[in-house]
């Protein structure tokens, strides 16, 4: 079974406008990580955003701000006032706690979002 | 400060040829991972490094192999190289184990004839 699930492959969103980028993932460890990454078509991965499964609110950066819903196994991205600068693939990755025996960041497949002008 | 640099960015080589691709971390960043990207496959985890010790290995074959220096710099190889090894190769660096924060060097996109 997949660990991380993102089941856009590709969204459009009007510049200046909020979008919402899906991520589920599963896991049975109590403790681990969820992180989004921007990579531009240049390949390098950004870090954006973190939340611990034991935080008890939703982490936000600026712009970003990460839907945590624990209970559905769920970690939306959310972007509001969407930039041309937007424009790129997005990844969502789970790092299990040390029970996994790893600290392996595991990847979704990936949304690519494409901003409109 | 300076962030996570990969050398080289591109890289050709040939079927059965041998590559080294070089990660330098963020200054005091002592964990680095190592990531291969394909179309296919998507992100893939090839290994961790902590204090000179890989922790883990993702499932590759022993062509792969890698190696963490006292400065936290890391190295990684790829002997006898095939077409499939054609990926872009990304370092991760992490102050620490688990640690929240994992930044990612630009990448050494390799290329196999």
């Known amino acids: 079974a997949q660990k991380i699930t993102q089941t856009q492959p590709g969204m459009f969103v009007q510049e200046k406008e909020a979008v919402t980028l899906d991520c589920t993932y599963d896991?049975?460890?109590?403790?681990?990580?969820l992180f989004w990454y921007k990579q531009p078509s240049s390949g390098e991965m950004i870090f954006l955003i973190y939340?611990?499964?034991?935080?008890?609110q939703n982490a936000t950066e600026g712009r970003y701000s990460l839907n945590f819903q624990k209970a559905r196994k769920s970690a939306n991205l959310v972007i509001s006032a969407s930039q041309l600068g937007d424009s790129a693939m997005y990844f969502c990755?789970?790092?299990?706690?040390?029970?996994?025996?790893?600290?392996?960041?595991?990847f979704g497949k990936g949304t690519k979002l494409s901003v409109i002008p | 400060k300076a962030g996570v640099t990969q050398t080289p960015r591109y890289l050709i080589k040939t079927r059965g040829q041998q590559v080294t691709l070089s990660c330098s971390p963020i200054?005091?960043?002592?964990?680095v991972s190592w990531y291969q990207q394909t179309p296919g496959q998507g992100l893939q985890f090839l290994f961790e490094?902590?204090?000179?010790?890989?922790?883990n290995k993702g499932n590759f074959p022993g062509r792969f192999s890698g190696r963490q220096f006292s400065n936290s710099r890391s190295e990684m190889n790829v002997s006898t190289l095939e077409l499939g090894d054609s990926a872009l190769y990304l370092c991760?660096?992490?102050?620490?184990?688990?640690?929240?924060?994992?930044?990612f060097g630009p990448g050494t996109r390799l290329t196999v004839l």
């Open positions: 991760a660096s992490s102050a620490r184990r688990g640690y929240n924060e994992q930044f």
């Open positions: 990755a789970m790092r299990e706690g040390p029970g996994a025996g790893s600290y392996q960041l595991t």
């Open positions: 200054s005091g960043h002592r964990s």
């Open positions: 939340q611990g499964s034991y935080d008890q």
């Open positions: 896991t049975s460890d109590p403790s681990y990580g």
């Open positions: 490094y902590f204090s000179e010790t890989q922790r």
